[in-house]
């Protein structure tokens, strides 16, 4: 990657709306009244009783809510036209191994590219983007020709689109499994545990899921 194009990744990057507010999953009235407050600051315009969120429940760490709108698309406070989005909870803890600001900056980089969907705002403990309609292929699919040939010709597409090399675009597999090894060392465990064990007592309390 160029200077040019690092800096323009860097602008983008700056003027990603910011809501300063946190999204509480403790419950799932909490969740829906956190995310109504993130939708009203990145898209003054929607109406409420015209937006309908819906939990996706095949996130791993992180809390998901697709958001759909039922009346013709408006533009977000960073001008995009908007139908449908996802707002993502981060996982608690997780910015411990997930540096939240270089996954950002890469959805901005495939975005450019039109390998990812666009980038609509961050708020306290996650974000919010776009959401592209469809189903993951399971391994049915993976064994049909034809869409094994997708896959191959999609994944060919982002190497020959974004080249690993030097700077951001570094390798850093063995650098990332490094810092998560590290992470198990026991001062780090002790320091993450009493947060983690009030919040499963909080969702326990409260009727909600498990951790996510």
């Known amino acids: 990657m160029d200077e040019a194009e690092e800096q323009r990744i860097e602008r983008e990057y700056e ?15 909490r969740a829906a009244e956190g995310t109504q407050a993130v939708l009203r600051a990145l898209f003054p315009e929607w109406e409420e009783d015209a937006t309908a969120i819906s939990a996706i429940t095949d996130g791993i760490t992180n809390k ?12 977000s ?3 995009h036209l908007v139908s449908r ?3 993502r909870v981060y996982g608690e803890n997780t910015e411990l191994f997930i540096s939240r600001e270089a996954e ?17 705002g961050r708020f306290r403990n996650g974000l919010c983007y776009g959401y592209l309609e469809g189903r993951p292929f399971d391994r049915h699919d993976m064994v049909q020709r034809d869409k094994a040939l997708l896959t191959a010709a999609a994944l060919a597409r982002y190497h020959c689109t974004i080249k690993v090399g030097s700077g951001p675009h570094a390798p850093i597999l063995f650098d990332v499994q490094r810092r998560w090894l590290d992470l198990l060392r026991p001062e780090h ?9 009030q919040t499963t007592r909080d969702q326990d309390h409260a009727g909600g899921g498990g951790g996510g």
């Open 85 to 87: 989005c996802l707002v």
């Open 64 to 75: 998901l809510f697709k958001v759909k709108r039922e009346l013709p698309n408006l533009r």
């Open 104 to 120: 950002i900056k890469t959805m901005l980089r495939l975005a450019h590219h039109g390998l990812a969907m666009p980038v609509y």
């Open 15 to 29: 003027a990603i709306p910011f809501v300063d507010e946190a999204i509480d999953c403790t419950s799932g009235e």
């Open 77 to 79: 406070s960073s001008g």
């Open 189 to 197: 465990i002790r320091a993450i545990a009493p947060a983690s064990a």
